[in-house]
């Protein structure tokens, strides 16, 4: 097992992890902001989760400074400690990310680490992960092995996911954004709505009140698009899951789905939650309140 140390947020619901969840007690939502998504024709105005203030490498550390924090961690094991970083827009080739003090050209997700690496004053390894939404996800997954296999003592991972209009862009050109509000898992669901946020998760060996037990991954090939219709692939990756964690489907009491928004995702979640033997047990998504960060959730 890996011990879950300290976690922090930044997202449109708040600056801090605590803020977010007082918002969503007092059942605040909705998109905060608009985006102007380039079209042929036009820009096309959509929703948008935005944060409160420049999500900036100063917002970026201040996060980490809350992980960190929470975590307990001294200063000879935060120094030691590896540096994951989940990110899926800095990684393409063309000239536009920016996200205050970061201006990545085509240096990539490589910069970013480093330039995060020399802020938090961490001097372990660090590797990047961009496999599109599910990359922060694997980047805690590959801290978890790299724990369980005894090649690092802790490990700090952070997900960040900003506004780019090129990304926006692809999502409207493949007609899977919202003109409106999301609605994961409803009848009258249109299409996702994009947002922003950053994420820190500190992560070690022994014990703590929060565990992560195992995880896996799976390539669904049946296109770039969307999902297998039959939710298949998705299913396999869950049960690759629990068996990874030596869980049964009975010991779930609460799932935490993806559910974009969009028409044929939606559908192949929930029936791979029933090919998992999952769909009995409680769901819940966040999209409503904080939008699709991508590699800022974590899922």
Known sequence: ???ILGIAANCARGATLAAAVAALGRGEGGATG???????????????????SPLDLDAVAA??????????????????????VGCSSLVLPWDGPRVGELQLPREGLS??????????GIGGIDLSVGTACTSSAHALLLAHRLI????????????????????????????????????PF????????????????????GHAALQLLGGANQIDIHAITGPEPSGAPLAAAMQAALADA????DKITLVKAQAAGSPQGDAAEALALRRARSAHRAASSLRCWRGRCAPASCR
């Not at 608009?34 to 409160?52: E, T």
């Open 34 to 52: 608009r985006l102007a998504v380039p079209a042929v024709g036009g820009a096309v105005s959509c929703p948008f989760y935005r944060c409160a």
């Open 1 to 3: 097992m890996t011990a």
């Open 63 to 84: 996060v980490i400074d809350g992980a960190r924090a929470e975590s307990g961690l001294g200063t000879v094991a935060w120094r030691a400690a590896a540096l994951l």
């Open 148 to 183: 369980a296999a005894g090649r690092i003592s802790h490990a700090l991972v952070v997900g960040m996911e900003q506004q780019y209009a090129f990304t926006a862009a692809g999502f409207l050109g493949l007609s899977l954004l919202s003109a409106g509000e999301v609605r």
């Open 111 to 120: 910069a970013l680490a480093a330039q995060i690496k020399r802020r938090a």
């Open 186 to 205: 409803d009848a009258q669901r249109d299409g996702m709505v994009l947002g922003e946020g950053v994420a820190a998760v500190v992560l070690g060996r």
């Open 246 to 249: 030596r869980l049964a489907p």
